[in-house]
């Protein structure tokens, strides 16, 4: 046959191959998600294999194999005893808390990690709600402001390099933005977590944490799974009220929202790879349905190709292992 254009001429050869490649994976693309306890034991999350709370004694010993892969960024998560959670997430601000005391150390023992904090109530709340609710069950809005300034102001002292609001509260990058400054912390970034929705794939990040809800849902506050132009508005929100980066949230069911992001952000967009999608791919190669190494590295490289700047992903260190291998 005369065919002028045979595209499979780009792909006879690994080398050509990778000479056309468009979207590429780094280990300084990833954010490491961490989830932290108080002790000197770690426990694996039964809905995540491979994963764990580290208690805070050995956490250093973690954090090292990270860094030595490659890990540059870290994104540690707090699972607070039961005893310590009041409707007010009080333990938030607690300086001597495991939060605030694991966030000075993690900055003590290596300082050229990056830290990007959590700023929300559900982990520190006895209702597990991301802000105050009422006695009739509303979620309070501007009266959860306040706590958030408080958090933020007091995760950056603690040694945060950025401060993530996982809440999607009205105005919190905002009001986050004022008490940040209004403290000297000028150089504090903000990465929102812009457009997070009510998804049913955070069932292992809230077993991680013991954080779900005792009553009720979070879909008065969390963004409709069928809505994308209400991301675009949240992203221009959170622009005007000072983010540095914004992040869709979960990751594979919405890419297309990354990619409505992506095609109109003057800031870096994130994607957060969260616990039910790695769950999902852990049960399968588990089963020997899939092959691991391979569907974990399509499915991030789909995230990049979708026009995600940054990935939070609990496969970053296998990931950055299998790159330096292949190097």
């Given amino acids: 046959m005369e065919l002028r254009h045979r595209t499979r001429r780009n792909r006879q050869s690994p080398y050509l191959r990778d000479l056309v490649r468009e979207s ?57 005893d039961e005893s310590l959670k009041d409707s007010r997430g009080s333990e938030s601000t607690n300086p001597d808390g495991l939060y605030l005391r694991a966030l000075r150390e993690i900055k003590s023992r290596f300082p050229e990690l990056v830290i990007f904090s959590d700023v929300a109530l ?114 221009s929100l959170d622009l005007e009220e000072g983010a540095d980066m914004v992040m869709v949230k979960p990751g594979l069911p919405y890419l297309d929202v990354v990619r409505a992001l992506a095609e109109v952000s003057d800031l870096p967009v994130a994607v957060y790879n969260v616990s039910g999608e790695y769950a999902m791919l852990k049960a399968a190669s588990n089963a020997g349905w899939l092959d691991y190494p391979s569907v974990v590295m399509e499915t991030l490289l789909g995230m990049k190709r979708a026009g995600a700047d940054i990935i939070l992903s609990y496969h970053a260190m296998e990931v950055a292992s299998w790159l330096a291998e292949a190097k």
């Fill in 122 to 235: 559900d982990p520190y709340s006895s209702d597990g709600h991301d802000g105050i609710v009422s006695s009739d069950g509303r979620i309070l809005n501007d009266e959860t402001l306040e706590i958030l300034g408080t958090m933020a102001v007091a995760q950056a002292r603690a040694g945060a390099d950025f401060v993530a609001p996982s809440d999607m509260m009205d105005g919190r990058v905002g009001y986050i933005r004022a008490a940040l400054d209004g403290e000297g912390f000028k150089d504090t970034g903000i990465l929102s977590y812009c457009a997070k929705y009510a998804s049913a794939f955070y069932g292992p990040f809230r077993d991680a944490l013991q954080s779900a809800p005792k009553s009720g849902d979070k879909k008065t506050y969390q963004m409709d799974p069928a809505n994308i132009r209400e991301a675009l508005r949240e992203y």
């Fill in 24 to 80: 590429h994976l780094r280990t300084e693309d990833f954010i490491l998600p961490v989830f932290l306890m108080a002790g000197n034991q770690k426990e694996e999350i039964p809905s995540m294999p491979g994963v764990y709370r580290h208690g805070l004694e050995i956490l250093p010993e973690f954090l090292k194999k990270a860094k030595d892969l490659g890990i540059r960024a870290i994104a540690p998560f707090p699972a607070i």
